[in-house]
């Protein structure tokens, strides 16, 4: 039996542990992503999603490119992203995320979106179209796709994932019992078939999964057994954060010890990368896992 260490409950210590602290966002090559990202008007999941790694990723010259606009379809309790009925998309919007990943250079480009629910492709042609604009202006350039939840609208699937990425990621956010709050519009056995899927296509599958909203190590343990399961090839997994006084509170600071152990376990699994700490994001280092 393994002594995990003891973990800071948030209502015993509001400001957060020192392994939580990240440094500002500075220097030139944040500032020229940053240009960029507003030159070309672009969404990236690093400002609406309040990543604490944007700093560090933008001050490489990287950054996760949001499509489909900045307003989600869902209300999930743990997501900063805006919600509602989003706009019109852009049509134009795969032409200028491929023309900002050439001018960045960027040797392997992360994607995402917001959920679109209710398109009745859910956004699937634009997914479609954004990966083989990018491939087109960027040839050596590869790309991760994180990509939502399509309600068993397995045809939608298939056209968002033939675009040419190398990686897809679709996360499963937290352990079954806690769907319910954390995910209450999404399922989990839904998830798990849109990750095998994934997998049936013939992409490298990717997941990720926060902890700290109130999860067991065993469950922790058991949802990875069942991303093992259901074909998965990288796991990340890292601490969730309250982005506002709305969203869920942090019921746990969970110790770097303990991010340790779930990377060990994970590969004594066989997973082929697991990805566990603090701050660890879906897409933190995501060109380590092509």
């Known amino acids: 039996m393994i002594d995990l260490p003891v973990v800071v409950k948030s209502e015993e210590r ?37 990543c604490p790694n944007m700093g560090e990723c933008w001050g490489a010259g990287t950054a996760t490119f949001m499509i489909l606009g900045d307003v ?18 852009d049509e134009d919007e795969p032409r200028r995320v491929a023309e900002a990943i050439q001018l960045m250079e960027v040797k392997h480009a992360v994607l995402t979106s917001v959920n679109r629910d209710e398109l009745k492709d859910r956004g699937a042609e634009i997914w479609y179209q954004t990966v083989v ?48 709050k954390v995910r209450p519009q999404a399922k989990y056995d839904r998830s798990l078939e849109q990750l095998q899927r994934i997998k049936d296509f013939g992409k490298r599958t990717k997941t990720g ?9 065993e469950q922790v343990l058991q949802t990875m057994r069942d991303l093992k399961e259901y074909g998965v090839d990288v796991v990340t997994i890292g601490q969730y954060l309250q982005p506002t006084k709305n ?9 770097p010890d303990t991010f340790a ?6 590969e004594k699994m066989g997973f082929s990368f697991v990805e566990s700490g603090p701050l660890v994001r879906s897409s933190y280092h995501a060109e380590r896992h092509l």
């Open 209 to 217: 999964f926060m902890v700290g909203l109130g999860e067991t190590d």
């Open 72 to 89: 989600c379809t869902r209300s999930c309790s743990f997501c900063a992203v805006k919600t509602g009925r989003p706009p019109e998309y």
């Open 14 to 50: 509001t400001k957060k542990p020192d392994w939580l602290r990240v440094k500002l966002p500075t220097g030139p090559k944040y500032k020229h992503v940053r240009q960029l990202v507003d030159q070309y008007e672009l969404n990236t999941i690093c400002q609406s999603g309040n």
């Open 261 to 266: 152990f779930y990377k060990e376990e994970g």
């Open 247 to 255: 969203h869920l509170k942090v019921e746990k600071f969970v110790h």
């Open 133 to 180: 604009a990018v491939k087109e202006e960027s040839p050596t350039t590869t790309i991760e796709t994180l990509i939502p939840d399509v309600r068993a609208n397995w045809e939608a699937l298939e056209r968002m994932i033939s675009g040419g990425q190398e990686v897809v990621s679709h996360n499963i956010e937290t352990v079954r019992d806690l769907y319910r």
